[in-house]
């Protein structure tokens, strides 16, 4: 039996963050998991807990050839470098998550 080792998430640093984007900004992450309502829903309520209930969070996605899988893009504003990197390690602990950009 072979196993798949995922490798473990890097999060943006502050100074990498504040580099690229200028704060309060609009701020786009990308996850693959599955293609079930429950990684979506997740996905989207880990945002909605750092940013607020009032927060817009836009998303768009593209199943896999096979559908077995869902890349699901997450575009919101956020107000500091820090608040990108909480949201990062709350999705790395989704259930399924493959990939996040």
């Known amino acids: 039996m072979t196993t798949k080792s995922i490798k473990p998430i890097s999060v943006p640093s502050i100074e990498a963050l504040e580099t690229a984007h200028s704060f ?20 989207k309520t880990i945002c909605v807990k750092h940013l607020g209930p009032d927060a817009q969070i836009e998303t768009s996605e593209r199943q896999s050839k096979t559908g077995q899988h869902l890349a699901l893009t997450l575009r919101f504003q956020v107000a500091t470098p820090l608040l990108v990197q909480e949201i990062y390690k709350n999705l790395a602990q989704l259930t399924g998550l493959k990939f996040i950009i």
Do not use: N, S, V, W
């Open 24 to 43: 309060p900004a609009q701020y786009l992450i990308k996850i693959i998991g599955p293609d079930t309502e429950a990684f979506r829903a997740d996905a």
